[in-house]
Structure formats: C-alpha cells, structure tokens
C-alpha cells in the first residue's frame, strides 16, 4: 500500500510540476546549500549554532517539496511582477551581510531595517523607529542572552552599551 502511494506521488512528479514551481525549486536548492554551510559551524555540547539555520532550512525544503508536488499553477504572471522593490531590497541584503563584520550585528540591523518596512509598505515613523531598534535589541538578548550565541560586534562594540539583564539560562 506505501509502496503504491510512493509510486503514484513519483509519477505525479514531473518535469512538469517541477518546471511550474521553478521558485519552490530554487527554494529547495538554497536551502540545501544553507544544511550544508550550516553543518560546518562548530558543535557544542546540545543545541549549537547550526540547529536554528537547519531547522528552517528543513522547514523550507519540507514546504516547498510539498508546492512541487501539488503542482499547483499560480495566477501570478511573470510580467505583471514589479521586480524593482525586490531587488533594491535583495542589493540592501547583500549589503546588510557584507557590513556586519564591520559594523556589528546591532548597528547594520538597525540600517537595515528601515528598508525592508519601507518596501514592505509600512510608512508610520514611528512604527519604523519602533521595530527598527527593538527588534535587533530582542534578537540579540534572545541570541546573544539565552541562547548564548556570539552575534558579530563590529568595530565599536555597541552592544557592550546595552544593560545586562539577567537572562542566562544555566543548566
């Protein structure tokens, strides 16, 4: 019966549903060279810096296998896409990873940030100063914290200016 039900999803894979999910494809082909890459970083002793890449890359390849083979055709077509924001954005990410080195986890996220709301449509100000500072301030305590995981410090460390707060988990 399993081997039926395996046989029939294979046949309903084709080159065909792969070429109508070309996004779900690259999706997949991304994620694994992210398994890859993150597979290399060092291991501690439980949870390391790899288990969060992994498991969203695993996530991804699981969602996106299931596009494949559901074959399903969007109504979106390729021309009525404006490909202009999404690149701007794609150019600012590049940059955003190029400049953490250098600029540190808070600092470059913080620039960051703003961009991706802009072009995400959300114009409040406030909401964007908001989310701009807050948001990498609670990553890097849930990251830098709890988790225990080094985020990069830049040049000036600005995030020895931020108080510790007492949310070390020991075991």
Do not use: C, N
């Given at each position: 019966?399993?081997i039926q039900?395996?046989?029939?999803?294979l046949?309903?894979?084709?080159l065909?549903?792969?070429?109508?999910?070309?996004l779900?494809?690259l999706?997949i082909?991304?994620?694994?060279?992210v398994?890859?890459?993150?597979?290399?970083?060092p291991?501690?002793?439980?949870?390391?810096p790899?288990?969060?890449?992994i498991a969203?890359?695993?996530?991804?390849?699981?969602?996106?296998?299931?596009?494949?083979?559901?074959?399903?055709?969007t109504?979106?077509?390729?021309?009525?896409?404006?490909?202009?924001?999404?690149?701007?954005?794609?150019?600012?990410?590049?940059?955003y990873?190029?400049?953490?080195?250098?600029?540190?986890?808070?600092?470059?996220?913080?620039?960051?940030?703003?961009v991706?709301?802009?072009?995400?449509?959300?114009?409040?100000?406030l909401?964007?100063?908001?989310l701009?500072?807050?948001?990498p301030?609670a990553?890097?305590?849930?990251?830098?914290?709890?988790f225990?995981?080094?985020?990069?410090?830049?040049?000036?460390?600005?995030?020895?200016?931020?108080?510790?707060?007492?949310l070390?988990?020991?075991f």
């Amino acid at each position: 019966m399993v081997i039926q039900k395996v046989g029939a999803v294979l046949d309903r894979i084709g080159l065909e549903s792969v070429r109508s999910s070309p996004l779900s494809v690259l999706f997949i082909l991304f994620s694994v060279v992210v398994i890859f890459f993150a597979s290399q970083f060092p291991s501690g002793d439980g949870v390391g810096p790899s288990f969060f890449p992994i498991a969203v890359s695993v996530g991804i390849i699981f969602f996106a296998a299931i596009d494949v083979l559901t074959g399903s055709d969007t109504e979106l077509e390729m021309s009525e896409f404006d490909f202009g924001p999404a690149a701007v954005v794609a150019a600012f990410l590049v940059g955003y990873v190029l400049l953490m080195p250098a600029l540190g986890f808070l600092v470059s996220t913080m620039l960051f940030m703003p961009v991706v709301l802009y072009y995400s449509d959300i114009r409040s100000k406030l909401l964007v100063v908001a989310l701009s500072i807050g948001f990498p301030v609670a990553l890097f305590y849930i990251f830098g914290r709890i988790f225990l995981v080094r985020l990069p410090e830049g040049i000036i460390p600005v995030s020895r200016l931020l108080p510790q707060l007492p949310l070390v988990v020991t075991f």
